[in-house]
């Protein structure tokens, strides 16, 4: 969902896509209003969120699956005067953009913000309930309708009860095997057992894990924070990354935390469970999302509250609950 | 001097409704090697075959629809002109639904198009598009296409950087606003999926006010459009590679957020 982009353009930047920027800017410039403009893409952590995690457009599918295509652009342009209500993501994006402002007044002209980008599958014609909404709770700043969503790895987002979470601070929480590290330990649990990965895990301890799929957020996000602390920010950093993890401190936590430190990547708390239920935890937390490989804890984590996202990655997508989920065999 | 040749294999279309689109030979055809009589398939051939396949699927629709594309083949220059065997032979050859040649030189090929009634002139060279459009007819330019796709994609540019106005409206506004009506209504004779022509909004550099001003502006003319895109200064080539359009109108359509 997201890359590292390099501190320097590249030197081949498009001159026509220059030329387009310092018409934005221009354009931004000119408004009277104080609304921010959006970051310059190519230094932005660019955060893509669909229609349906912003806004609760659950009334509204069922339109669509009962009714049809057609009837559910006709509903929604009918009701494009009302505002939809937030959905999962809303007060994920909400902290990003808090981020963003914090970011702003401690370094005016630098363009290393979130770019909050809206992807969606949806006709061109919702898009102006959805521009609509995005004005009602106008907090949200820049916006990208696309129609067909291309394949980026991302995470699914779930629906859950929340209480109210932090608007100071945004909280991201990630599992470790197979979302921050990729899931080599997790295939020598499922296909060995506990015992081995114990041994396995302290064997070789310095060696690095290879990377996850959400590395490069965590990643990302360490950057921001980097700037808050070198303006003094650190006690009262927007940021706060957690490490929520079945492992435990005594046998496996070891490599994870100097995997970490090779990386040069700092996470603020690192829990380490020794397999015990992640739901309690994180209902203390209260992240604004928490990253999971397996579905089995996203749900456990639903459950008590806590907005989940699933990493559909790895061996852990041939599991559930530890058992080997059967597939059907395949016809040729 | 400019002379106008009715193809003779093609059904002319009804000259008050249809929706006149001029595509220069060039454009449709490559010189290929000069013993040949036919040329071979140019940059603007997928193109054509789009906009025949929209088309077919309006006459499918009512087999007595007076709303089609009326495709005019334009030469703009004296050596092109000379050609004009050439090009009638290789229209006929690949059976392309091309109702008239106009045959006129890079002096009056502009009169040959206002004398046509064109409504969207088609060309790959970038002297005659802004030629054509400072004289009110709504141009854009054409560009070889990777993967071209079967469905006719029109992508407008909603927030096109305004030259200064003087005085009333300028013609080529007029003309995208014209085009984008028909094009619109065309489009409401199919349904949300399977359709052969889809209609893309871009906005540049403008935030989603301009966007959503510009679906506004665009659905007030009865054109509902299928995909938008609201930049905000993002580089355009990563959404023209994922949309393909088969061209991008700009010129007329700045001032649609308004």
Known sequence: MCEVKPNNSAPTEDIGAERDWAATKAFFDSLKTNKPRPPKPQYAVTIAVSSRTLFDMVAERKIYEDEGLEQYVAYQVEHENDPLMPGVAFPFVKALMNVNSRLRKLYPDSEELFDIVLMTNNHAQVGVRLINSINHYGTLKQTLLIKSCSSIAAATMFMTQTETLSETQLRVAFDGDAVLFSDESEIIVKQHGLDTFFEHEKEFENKPLAQGPLKCFLEALGKLQRKFYAKNERMNCPIRTYLVTARSAASSGARVLKTLRSWGLEIDEALFLAGAPKGPLLQKIKPHIYFDDQMFHIQGANEMGTISAHVPYGIGQKYHKGKLIEQPAKKE | MVSTIQNTDVKQKDADRAVVVAVTSRAVFESGADGDDVYGMGVAFPLLQALQRVNER???????????????????????????????????????????????????????????????????????????????????????????????????????VNRPDAGPMPASRQAAQSFSAQLGEMRQRFGMSDSPLSIVLMTSHGGRESCGGALRTLRSRGVNVDEAYCLAGAPLSPILSVVRPHFLLSDGFSGLED
């Open chain 2, 58 to 160: 309006l006459l499918e629709e009512n087999p007595a629809e007076s709303l089609l594309f009326d495709v005019v083949l334009i030469t703009t220059d004296s050596q092109q002109q000379q050609q004009s065997s050439r090009i009638i032979s290789s229209t006929r050859h690949y059976g392309l639904e091309v109702s008239r040649f106009c045959f006129s030189s890079e002096e009056d090929f502009v009169e040959s198009l206002q004398k046509n009634n064109v409504q969207l002139f088609l060309s790959t060279d970038r002297n005659e598009v802004p030629q054509a459009s400072q004289k009110g007819v709504l141009s854009a330019l054409l560009d070889r296409q990777e993967a071209p796709s079967e469905q006719l994609r029109v992508m407008f540019c909603g927030d096109a």
